[in-house]
């Protein structure tokens, strides 16, 4: 069964650094694009970057551009987010998923991916 497994958070302070990776069991995913979301309570599920399958490409939300990096090694069919200067409001649930194709298109969209990791809380404190 394909699995992704988010791995790395917890909680922090304001101005904190925390890294959140995710490894995906099937080495096909490697030939797709990966992304990384978030979920807050009562709050829609939010882009955050993208990556495509040769590395080549990457897309950020305006919300997170120059505090987080996506990164994927591993063969490829890992991806990592670097989150610096963390904020409260970036308190959340964070999701990895693998896209539909090795360049999403509107990387922003959720139906641009079709597998989802199970999430992984990350806290930030003020």
């Known amino acids: 069964q394909e699995q992704l497994v988010e791995s790395g958070g917890g909680l922090v302070q304001t101005g904190d650094s925390l890294r959140v990776s995710c490894a995906a069991s099937?080495?096909?995913?490697?030939?797709?694009?990966m992304a990384w979301f978030r979920q807050a309570p009562g709050k829609e599920r939010e882009f955050l970057a993208a990556?495509?399958?040769?590395?080549?490409?990457?897309y950020y939300a305006d919300s997170v551009r120059g505090r987080f990096t996506i990164s994927r090694a591993g063969g490829k069919n890992t991806v990592a987010l670097q989150m610096n200067n963390l904020r409260p409001e970036d308190t959340a649930v964070y999701y990895c998923?693998?896209?539909?194709?090795?360049?999403?298109?509107?990387?922003?969209?959720?139906?641009?991916?079709?597998?989802w990791g199970q999430g992984i809380q990350v806290s930030v404190a003020s």
């Open positions: 990556i495509s399958w040769s590395r080549s490409n990457t």
């Open positions: 998923a693998v896209g539909t194709t090795a360049a999403v298109t509107s990387p922003e969209r959720v139906d641009e991916y079709d597998i």
């Open positions: 099937d080495r096909a995913f490697s030939n797709y694009a």
